[in-house]
């Protein structure tokens, strides 16, 4: 006797395999009279949603490369000797292109401010303080999270900070953040 080849099997003994993902609904309501379902209210669904978004960071690579290696990069225009904290591709006082330069990572606190709320990927962390920190020899301010103290009575404008970096980078700004230095 010749075995039967299950690809070739027929349509009807098909039978389509139920997974459990997307939505699983229960219970939805259906009249039993079918002239009634304009009045219907409608099914509302929540769907979690995920893309992959591919970006670059083009002319600011250099400074995640900095972080993912524990340094700060900003950048210096060799024609008014301005250093920035946050890097610029050209002087915002000339317009000349500048080059990239190390600054030091310890500074002050410049100003600061308590976030009693965030966005989703800080939401776990409120409250959270941010700085604006100052260095010598750089002309503009470095916005970073302070963390260690407790609350905003424990810092103060001229504090000295020194910043720390992810063990394992994520190739964000949030791979620096600053704690106190004394």
Same mark, same amino acid.
């Given at each position: ?17 139920? $997974? ?75 317009g000349r292109e ?10 002050r606190v ?35 999270? $302070? ?36």
């Open positions: 006797m010749a075995k039967k080849n299950p690809a070739k099997a027929p349509a009807e003994s098909k039978k389509v395999e139920e $997974l459990m993902t997307g939505t699983t609904v229960f219970n939805i309501p259906l009249p039993a009279d079918l002239k009634t379902l304009k009045g219907m209210s409608p099914i509302v669904i929540k769907q979690p949603y995920h893309i992959d978004y591919i970006h670059s960071y083009g002319q600011d690579s250099p400074f995640f490369a900095g972080l993912s290696n524990g340094k700060l990069l900003g950048t210096k225009c060799g024609k008014c000797d301005y250093t920035y904290a946050t890097p610029r591709l050209a002087c915002t006082q000339c500048t080059k990239w330069v190390e600054i030091p990572q310890t500074g410049h100003t600061f401010t308590t976030c009693y709320f965030g966005g989703e990927e800080f939401l776990k962390e409120t409250p959270f303080h941010l700085v604006l920190v100052e260095f010598d020899g750089v002309d503009t301010l470095f916005l970073s999270r $302070l963390i260690g103290p407790a609350g905003p009575e424990d810092i103060r404008i001229g504090m000295k900070v020194k910043a720390k970096f992810r063990r394992n980078s994520q190739l964000k700004p949030t791979d620096v953040y600053f704690v106190p230095a004394e």
